[in-house]
């Protein structure tokens, strides 16, 4: 029999020819088959098996996909044929990732990014740090997935890539709304859509389209996030995108079932998973039965929503989606606490905070931890119950908090527009100024003989008047600006204060009490939580004593009586106070205050102003840290200092202190919560006696705030 000899130009006329009776995956498997009967396993074979490879792959049969890339990849290998070798890995891992094989797809793409990493290939290098992003992404590695997207982002923006940059941003973006940063994600989604519409890029549009829609359908805006949901829908209908189609369904679902429309939503999901088994996408069918059981639970059907996630979570743990593990066990654990089943709920609920944690998902944490309070208050277990409850409403203050950061954004930017706009207007009428101007100057030409003196004297008149109005406008503008930022911030500063740091150790005790006055806890075990809600009291009484103060001095209400101090006795008498909180960080506080050092100052502002200082420095010193405390006489004043070895603070932080308005707070070495009070405090009372108070810090080399006051004229005499 005689050997045909496959060529580049017959391999080409087979393809065509083929082509004409055959789909183009028949005929190359057709030309694949003739030059393997002919041994012919060279080049032209190998990028014969690479597009075949590709052609599988669009039609998702990804195992056939993955064995024509490995034998095209072996190939090039042996030919030394870099860039096609590169191709063929990263397919490799393309295919990995959709056979659920994730730490083998991550090892395909790093070893086709080695490969261009050498040769130059940005656009190939671009495109493997993005992979290996999506692959941490699907892992719930959210940190990886982050920083291979910021490698990816700025590749694309070395090389101009617009399409590129859109796409890592919107890819970012995601992260953001699973780690429940909506805010972020929202931004993020925003300058993506800004790039797609200059590029008329509507598979990128409606991408984006659809997260605005998710972080709508968070923030409980139904109608706008069912508006950008359809928007992404119609755009992915004309693209006939049918995974883009399915996933956009199912998210228009949740919304009818949000709106208690269930029959919509049912037959909205089902539509959904038909896509979803057609192109053989797994993780939507997973999704689908998820939210079929939601619905049959709101029915309460609960036989066929537990079969529906116990579906689901076994189709979750095959493909190791851990995102959708977390949601199944989570709805499990709430759904067997409705029934009665205590064992079966606090199992699933634990399962789900080990995830939750490792996914950092706040809003599953707090039902995980509601669901346990809910179990151990049913068995009688108060101590543990009371400690989720505790956990749960930390986490719903978090989710709060960023709310109110939300809102605050919103009323900002609103606030923006609005003083923009008045500027404008501004603007306009001085327009509008200089061409009635005009129409004065030519009325003036056509009577000059008449009314040349007057016309003179009222042109003058209406210019310095308007002038003026409009520096008094602009004055009274700047003001008002002024005037609202400051509101802005101390509104949003107080609410902070009064959601948080006071309703979290009033709402424990109020249910302490509850628990006690129920007879559902015991005096030994009232004794062993009573230590720690007295300190958690305390704390919250420091704040509405300094809150008190602070709202005092904003009503110019202080007033000062300064009488002698002897500093050192107030500096030990303070100290005592500190002792326990000193302990528990095994932090050394040393005064160096002589003895014979005193002070002109009221004598309960002096208390309030080493109390604050004394309060930070040990709040930002780490274990077995050393704080110290000097004095020294200046002229007629003595500077006092206290000094920490903590953590300290960077230029930036420096220069935002003492500027006569509420302090920003940060957490301390230990997750201590302030308030940015103290320091605010500290400066009105230490003026308010005549003095000045200043800081020095280095960024992890410790601070040392200073604050002078008068001395003692003479020596105070020592009463026994």
Not at 456 to 466: D, E, G, K, P, Y
Request: hydrophobic content about 40%.
């Amino acid at each position: 029999m005689k050997k045909v000899i496959v060529t580049p130009l017959l391999l080409l006329f087979l393809v065509c020819a083929a082509f004409a009776q055959n789909s183009l995956t028949d005929s190359l498997e057709a030309v694949v088959k003739v030059m393997e009967s002919n041994n012919e396993k060279g080049f032209d074979f190998a990028l014969a098996k690479k597009e075949l490879g590709f052609q599988y792959y669009k039609e998702n049969n990804f195992p056939k996909a993955f064995e024509s890339y490995l034998q095209a990849e072996k190939i090039f290998e042996e030919i030394n044929d870099k860039p096609n070798q590169a191709d063929c890995l990263h397919s490799l891992g393309n295919n990995s990732y959709f056979l659920g094989n994730y730490n083998e797809s991550i090892e395909y793409y790093k070893q086709a990014l080695a490969i261009r990493e050498k040769s130059g290939d940005k656009k190939g290098m671009a495109s493997g740090y993005n992979n290996i992003a999506n692959v941490h992404n699907k892992l719930g590695q959210y940190s990886n997935a982050i920083a291979n997207y910021e490698q990816s982002l700025k590749i694309k923006e070395e090389i101009g890539d617009e399409i590129g940059i859109a796409s890592s941003l919107k890819n970012i973006a995601s992260i953001y709304y699973y780690q429940a940063n909506y805010l972020a994600a929202l931004e993020t989604n925003l300058k993506a859509l800004r790039i797609s519409e200059k590029l008329e890029d509507s598979m990128g549009i409606s991408f984006v389209y659809n997260n605005i829609a998710l972080i709508y359908e968070r923030q409980e805006k139904l109608n706008e996030s069912l508006d950008f949901y359809l928007k992404s829908l119609a755009i992915k209908k004309s693209l006939d995108d049918e995974r883009g189609i399915s996933n956009t369904l199912h998210n228009i679902a949740k919304i009818y079932e949000y709106q208690q429309n269930f029959d919509l939503a049912i037959q909205t999901i089902e539509e959904s998973m038909r896509i979803s088994e057609k192109i053989k996408e797994i993780e939507g069918i997973s999704a689908g039965l998820n939210n079929l059981a939601n619905i049959y639970e709101k029915q309460g059907n609960y036989d066929a929503a537990l079969e529906n996630y116990y579906k689901s979570l076994k189709i979750d743990t095959e493909i190791e989606n851990k995102r959708g593990i977390l949601l199944s066990v989570n709805n499990l654990s709430k759904i067997h606490l409705n029934l009665g089943n205590y064992g079966l709920a606090k199992d699933y609920a634990e399962k789900g905070l080990l995830l939750g944690n490792e996914l950092g998902s706040k809003e599953e944490l707090k039902e995980c931890h509601h669901t346990l309070s809910k179990v151990y208050e049913a068995e009688g277990k108060y101590k543990d119950a009371l400690f989720h409850f505790q956990s749960f409403t930390a986490f719903v203050d978090s989710l709060n908090n960023q709310e109110l950061e939300r809102k605050t954004a919103r009323l900002e930017a609103d606030y923006e527009f609005e003083k923009q706009l008045a500027i404008i207007e501004a603007e306009q009428k001085a327009q509008d100024l200089e061409k009635e101007k005009e129409l004065q100057a030519q009325k003036f030409l056509r009577n000059i003989l008449i009314f040349t003196a007057f016309s003179i004297l009222v042109i003058a008149l209406i210019i310095f008047r308007n002038f003026y109005l409009q520096k008094k406008a602009k004055e009274l503008l700047q003001e008002r600006t002024l005037e609202l930022e400051k509101a802005n911030e101390v509104k949003s500063k107080l609410f902070s204060i009064i959601g948080h740091d006071l309703r979290n150790p009033i709402g424990s005790f109020y249910m302490l009490l509850g628990l006690y006055t129920k007879d559902r806890l015991d005096e030994g075990e009232f004794k062993e939580v009573a230590p720690g809600l007295y300190k958690s009291l305390g704390a919250a009484m420091t704040v509405l004593d300094n809150l008190l103060r602070w709202s005092i001095g904003e009503m110019k209400m202080i007033k000062s009586k300064a009488i002698p101090n002897n500093l050192s006795e107030k500096v030990n008498d303070i100290l005592d106070f500190f002792t326990t909180l000193s302990k528990q960080k095994n932090i050394s506080i040393d005064s160096e205050v002589a003895s014979d050092i005193s002070v002109m100052a009221d004598s309960n502002h002096l208390d309030l102003i080493l109390r604050n200082l004394i309060n930070n420095a040990l709040k930002f010193s780490n274990q077995d840290g050393l704080i110290t405390i000097q004095a020294f006489e200046k002229e007629e004043e003595i500077i006092i200092s206290v000094s920490d070895s903590g953590i300290g603070m960077s230029k930036e932080e420096v220069g935002k202190l003492f500027r006569k308005n509420l302090i920003e707070s940060k957490r301390g070495t230990k997750g201590e919560q302030g308030t940015g009070l103290g320091l605010s405090l500290c400066q009105l009372y230490v003026e308010e006696n005549g003095g000045k108070i200043w800081v020095e810090s280095e960024y992890g080399n410790g601070s040392t705030f200073y604050f002078s006051l008068p001395k003692a004229v003479g020596k105070l005499e020592m009463v026994e």
